[in-house]
């Protein structure tokens, strides 16, 4: 068999919106991801369904699988003809022995390539504020790792030595090597006086960064209890603070995303925008049921149908990506009219060259519903639906298992004739490991469906309200609302516009009604 190909994926410093382009492609594409205990579950969830996802720890003090065993891991994941990625955190060449695993690699013949990551040595100083490089405070930096195995408290033998170097020295892995890095320093010659900061999970919604000198910051880092992964940075520029306080609306104020990878990205990014710390407290996975006999039999009827409702941005692209693979192409939509929910799901209906025909004014199903009714209703005029042959008006509606009984419920109720066929459904994704997920801590926890309520449950078992407690939630509609309370958690903010945009701005009125009542 032919070998694969293995991928050295820099995950950059743990936010999972510094990973480059390049080794996010990579993650997409890939058959199977070998990650560790600092790679993202919003990283993980970006790969395909289908990926096999293989923990391997790396964390200190509690490794999976020593480095030999993962190197053999990959050759032999090579060898079955599989595209690999291997993610690692920060950039894999820069204490993250890479290049042990690019060497073993390349001693089995298995063909590899080096996607860099940003370093955290940078990325994590840079985002709590400190410059690792400052003009007339700090004309170079050295990166140092405060873990080497087998040498006296950890550090490397020419630590002497390096500490006596002018600059910035940023030590990594080095949180449970503190005592020895600050009597090194001073031993070298650095005035108890020198500033210091250890930054705790860097880049991420719950860093923390305690400052002082190398005089007190040991005792400052006991009392504030800092754990791994840290990062230390000793320095004249450890002592600036440029971290950006502008007062975005949501600063501070974090925020858990359940449901599938591109909902939260967008919301994600939206809330981002706004100052909001956000993490994946949910990865739900779409099941596309576009093969099944009864979409391919609605498929071969398409000339019959009048209008085709779209509840969804799931519902669009998986409609057209079944009608592709059927062997048919958009002419055989001849002069179907398209009915959607919002603008969320008028915008990917867009993406394949069509305008919505019917979108209601309030972006609900009981809206769309009704305004389905009214038009098909209609008799004479522009608006009306004109039945073929003397039939009723035929609506496809092709939705998630577990859709919103209230759109048929009004079509039967005004006798439109509809095939409500399930196109998809929403599940729970793989738990992942020792990665980021639903954090207690957190203000907001999202739930934008009924199904997604649903799979939150299904996936987090009987932790699902032990989760929730002390977190404010809010959902879009009176659907998903439902769902929630039937699980006995009540609804804490319900948007009035069912979009990405009205979630956050559900959110940023509660936020403002609760500094009010504060």
Known sequence: MRNGMVVLVGAGPGDPGLITVKGLSCLKACDAVVYDSLSSE??????????????????????????????????????????????????????????????????????????PGVTSAVAVPECAGIPVTHRSLSRSFHV??????????????????????????????GLNSLPAIVEGLVKAGR?????????????????????????????????????????????????????CKSGLPLGGVRVGITGTASFRE???????????????????EVNSHADS??????????????????????????????????????????QVKFAVVGPGTAGELLKYGFRADY???VYRTRELAELLAQVCQTEGGGAALTAREGTSPRILIPRSRGGSPELTEILSRAGVAFDDIVLYDVTGGLPVQDAAGPQTGCDYITFASASGVEAYFEQMGGEAMERLAGIRTVCIGDVTAGALESHGRRVDVLAKEFTVRGMAEAILNDRSEGDERR
């Open 359 to 361: 979108m209601p004014q």
């Open 144 to 173: 140092i790792t405060g873990h080497t195995k087998g040498e006296e408290g950890g550090l490397p033998a020419e630590f002497g030595q390096v500490a006596a170097l002018p600059g910035t020295l940023v030590f990594l892995m």
């Open 293 to 334: 006999p009864e979409m391919e039999a609605a498929y071969g009827r398409l000339s019959r149908y009048e209008v085709i409702v779209f509840t969804s941005a799931n519902g669009v692209r998986l409609f057209f990506g079944g009608l592709l693979k059927s062997g048919r192409d958009f002419r055989a939509l001849g």
């Open 42 to 115: 919003q990283l993980l969830a970006a790969a395909r369904p289908d990926c096999r996802k293989v923990y391997v720890g790396k964390r200190a003090g509690r490794h999976s699988m020593k480095q030999e065993e993962i190197n053999r891991l990959l050759v032999e994941l090579g060898r079955e003809g599989l595209y690999v990625v291997r993610l690692k955190g920060g950039d894999p060449f820069v204490f993250g022995r890479g290049g042990e695993e690019a060497l073993a690699l390349a001693a089995e013949g298995i063909p590899y390539k080096i996607i």
């Open 266 to 284: 967008r919301l994600g990014t939206l809330l981002d925008s706004l100052g909001a710390k956000v993490e994946c407290a949910g990865a739900m």
């Open 191 to 243: 005035p108890e006086s020198l500033p210091a900061a250890v930054i705790e999970n860097g880049t991420l919604e719950n860093a923390r960064t305690v400052r002082g000198c190398l005089g007190d910051i040991q005792g400052k880092v006991l009392e504030a209890g800092l754990h791994t992964p840290a990062i230390i940075v000793a320095g004249e520029a450890a002592a600036l603070d440029l971290s």
